[in-house]
């Protein structure tokens, strides 16, 4: 059974950092792109950052280029997303996701929220 | 950016009639090797979202054939036949044609 677990969620300062980490089961990892989604309370979903296979290549949005990083280690089968400078704006819930057809598998969710 | 503009913003159906979602995408979602890059997602109260389409036509892996999908480059539909109560939510198109990937608004569908 395929499964995405996220930690590293809460609340956090404007301007601080903060990292999410997902672990994946149930699947070879290392044969998939993956992604972060997340959701802004009440709100729709929005791409964040996406990773090919190997790590070797990595896409962003405008709305959080040159903040946020996402990486992975295929050996602890672990995705993580780095992100720094943030905003109220990215208050949200963050989903990792597993890009095969389409997000074919989503995490639970960690809630980020970023207020003073 | 591709905007992907869905219609109705919500929808009201009495169990066990049918219901159709519309989703429309300002570029072409048609690649050159003939796979159109859209897809449909669906979002329970409270759930993560889950995959319900893929490539414009193709049933994910485990949801009912009640769920199909079809379209052209630009103009795209999702059909619920035979609507149930698990399937209330929130539906969402997407695309993974071009960077950034983007989603459509939502749908909400009610039951009657």
């Known amino acids: 059974e395929v499964q995405l677990v996220e930690t590293g969620g809460g609340l956090v300062q404007p301007g601080r950092s903060l990292k999410l980490s997902c672990v994946a089961s149930?699947?070879?990892?290392?044969?998939?792109?993956m992604s972060w989604t997340r959701q802004a309370p009440g709100k729709g979903l929005e791409w964040v950052a996406s990773?090919?296979?190997?790590?070797?290549?990595?896409y962003y949005p405008d709305s959080v280029k040159g903040r946020f990083t996402i990486s992975r280690d295929n050996a602890q089968n672990t995705l993580y997303l780095q992100m720094n400078s943030l905003r109220s704006e990215d208050t949200a819930t963050y989903y990792c996701?597993?890009?095969?057809?389409?997000?074919?598998?989503w995490g639970q969710g960690v809630m980020v929220t970023v207020s003073s | 950016d591709i905007v992907m503009t869905q219609a109705p913003l919500s929808v009201s159906v009495t169990p066990g009639e049918s219901a159709s979602i519309s989703c429309r995408s300002s570029?072409?979602?048609?690649?050159?090797?003939?796979?159109?890059?859209v897809y449909w997602y669906l979002q329970k109260p409270g759930k993560s979202p889950q995959l319900l389409i893929y490539?414009?036509?193709n049933l994910a892996s485990g949801v009912p054939d009640r769920f199909s999908g079809s379209g052209s480059e630009t103009d795209f539909t999702l059909k619920i036949s035979r609507v149930e109560a698990e399937d209330v939510g929130i539906y969402y198109c997407?695309?993974?044609?071009?960077?950034?990937?983007?989603f459509g608004g939502g749908t909400k569908l009610e039951l009657k």
């Open positions: 490539r414009m036509s």
């Open positions: 997407g695309q993974l044609l071009e960077n950034p990937w983007t």
């Open positions: 570029k072409s979602l048609l690649h050159s090797n003939g796979i159109t890059y």
């Open positions: 996701t597993r890009v095969g057809g389409g997000y074919d598998y």
């Open positions: 990773i090919t296979n190997s790590g070797g290549s990595t």
């Open positions: 149930g699947f070879t990892f290392n044969n998939y792109w």
